[in-house]
């Protein structure tokens, strides 16, 4: 694609390219002489905003077929239309104005979903409401044509000819590698995905994912471009590296905005949209704000200031988080379905409390100072040497920046081999992924004290998520090997190949004998991490893991 571009990213805007607006973005263009309103063109309802935007939905299955901003068509690329998946098929569609508002309603058995258009507004509102498996995933898919925005962005497939694994991860010819999978972003690190140029703003701008699955932390794919044109996704469903059974229900709005070229008005954000103006609409499962609860703590007491913290709520109908505030831990949580939920607080990305909240329509839920015990937090126990931070992410460790857009075997990654020498820069030393095929029996090198040495200690390995039961087992010295543990829970897809080290975090202990300790003060001791497992293939697909920290306790 060409032209000048941006990436927005929750509530700041990037942009390059002279072309971008330098302002705040105009939910509507310059007027235009159009009445709102629909008509049926045989084939499509065709929906002026009244604004800048005209759109299409197919009478025959839901597809939006076009959408025309300023004269300029938007929608299309390889001959595909914007969908559900990759189009529901045979559908029963349906279209009402209501004042101000038109809604066009798909049924797709018992799958329905909703295009919503205001008068003078150049934004698609849409929702989705899924009743079962019968649709495999929830996403919707924006289909671009090619030629309007650059085409260079880290999930870009045009630089990346070279396939290096299954049929969505590629390697450009200088080594770089691309992915639609390879986003960089947890859903809590953004409102808004899109494109800008020519003085134009593409967006879908993301719900509240109350439906969806995975948590504040999950990645998925956000966007991908492609010689054919790019897509833009919002994911209410993925199977992908997903740590929760699928939530159904009707989940929206997320919504299509054009803009002057800047990012769309806050005013679309979740947590800030108001969508009374919906209430009336009678969509299946529709929940107003009046039917909707709040939680809200006065503090949290126990945290290491040096750590955001994530307050989440979650049982099996739906899902929501808020950040913590940094300097008292107050938190606040509306729209909240009804209901009781687990709640959860987060250091990073660690759960290091569990809690139970009910929630009333209409009503807020205050809960009095929440306590951490100290030993919720392994990050407090007393540590001989400690390699990362316990805050259930490998941050810190060798490459595990890069990871969440690129493949393990991108060029710019430094060597997943070599050894660690505790002391000499560790943490950046040590790699945040263990393959039994690549780099399994790294040694991690260090001394103890004659005291220390005559004493047994434990030693912990954090893991934050494992491909194809990945574990590790370790050995201290050649004269003491643990047990292969048990693998614990994780994923059974793909994760840290397509930019994700989430799953459930897990620690394993091991009791070292004091037998074990070389009792030369001046000698190094000398721990081997394996990867153990039956299962995976070879290379970066053979069984692996992803570090959180490793520590000796005193």
Avoid at 161 to 186: C, M, N, W
Avoid at 377 to 404: C, E, V, Y
Avoid at 434 to 463: C, E, P
Wanted: charged residues 15%; glycine residues 12%.
């Amino acid at each position: 694609m060409s032209g000048s571009h941006g990436r927005s990213v929750r509530r700041r805007t990037f942009v390059l390219g002279a072309t971008a607006a330098a302002g705040t973005a105009a939910l509507a263009g310059t007027a235009r002489a159009a009445a709102f309103g629909w008509s049926d063109d045989g084939s499509n309802y065709v929906v002026d905003t009244g604004a800048d935007l005209v759109f299409k939905v197919s009478k025959a299955n839901g597809d939006l077929t076009s959408l025309v901003h300023r004269g300029t068509e938007y929608q299309g690329y390889g001959g595909m239309n914007s969908h559900i998946e990759s189009g529901l098929g045979s559908s029963t569609v349906s279209v009402k104005q209501s004042g101000t508002t038109i809604l066009i309603s798909v049924t797709h058995g018992t799958l329905r979903h909703y295009y919503a258009a205001r008068s003078g507004e150049n934004n698609i509102y849409l929702w989705t409401d899924k009743a079962d498996t019968s649709v495999s995933a929830t996403r919707y898919i924006l289909r671009v044509k090619k030629g309007l925005f650059l085409n260079d962005e880290p999930d870009s497939y045009t630089y990346a000819p070279t396939t290096i694994e299954a049929s969505d991860v590629f390697a450009k010819s200088d080594g770089q590698t691309r992915s639609k999978h390879y986003s960089g972003l947890r859903v809590m690190d953004y409102d808004h995905i899109g494109w800008t140029g020519g003085g134009v703003g593409l967006w879908i701008v993301r719900s509240n994912h109350e439906k969806a699955s995975g948590g504040p932390f999950y990645r998925s794919l956000l966007r991908h471009q492609s010689a054919d044109g790019g897509g833009l996704y919002e994911i209410l469903y993925y199977a992908q590296n997903q740590t929760e059974a699928q939530r159904f229900g009707l989940q929206g709005p997320y919504v299509i905005a054009l803009t002057d070229g800047g990012a769309p008005s806050s005013s679309l954000f979740p947590g800030t949209l108001t969508t009374s103006w919906a209430d009336s609409l009678g969509m299946a499962g529709y929940v107003g704000t009046g039917g909707r609860g709040r939680v809200a703590g006065v503090g949290i007491s126990g945290r290491n200031t040096a750590y955001p913290y994530t307050v989440g709520l979650a049982n099996s109908a739906a899902q929501y988080w808020g950040s913590a505030r940094a300097s008292d831990g107050w938190f606040s949580i509306g729209g909240v379905l009804p209901g009781t939920y687990t709640l959860t607080v987060f250091k990073g990305e660690l759960a290091v409390y569990t809690g139970s909240v009910t929630v009333t329509a209409g009503g807020t839920t205050t809960l009095n100072t929440i306590a951490i015990p100290s030993s919720n937090d392994p990050g407090n126990a007393s540590a001989i040497w400690r390699i990362g931070d316990w805050n259930g992410t490998p941050a810190g460790f060798k490459n595990a920046g890069l990871m969440t857009y690129a493949h393990p075997s991108d060029v710019r990654a430094a060597s997943w081999t070599g050894n660690v020498v505790v002391g000499d820069d560790e943490t950046a030393s040590f790699p945040c992924y263990l393959w039994k095929d690549v780099n399994s029996g790294i040694l991690v090198y260090f001394k103890l004290t004659a005291a220390q040495a005559a004493a047994a200690h434990t030693l912990r390995i954090g893991v934050t998520t494992a491909y194809a039961n990945g574990r590790p087992q370790v050995t201290v010295n050649d004269a003491w090997t643990s047990a292969i543990p048990s693998p614990p829970t994780q994923p059974s897809t793909r994760s840290l190949t397509n930019g994700s080290y989430r799953g459930n975090n897990h620690t394993f202990t091991y009791s070292v004998p004091a037998s074990a300790w070389r009792t030369d003060t001046g000698q190094f001791n000398v721990l081997r991490i394996e990867v153990v497992s039956g299962s995976g293939t070879t290379g970066y697909l053979s069984a692996g893991t992803a570090i959180d920290a490793i520590d000796l306790l005193a």
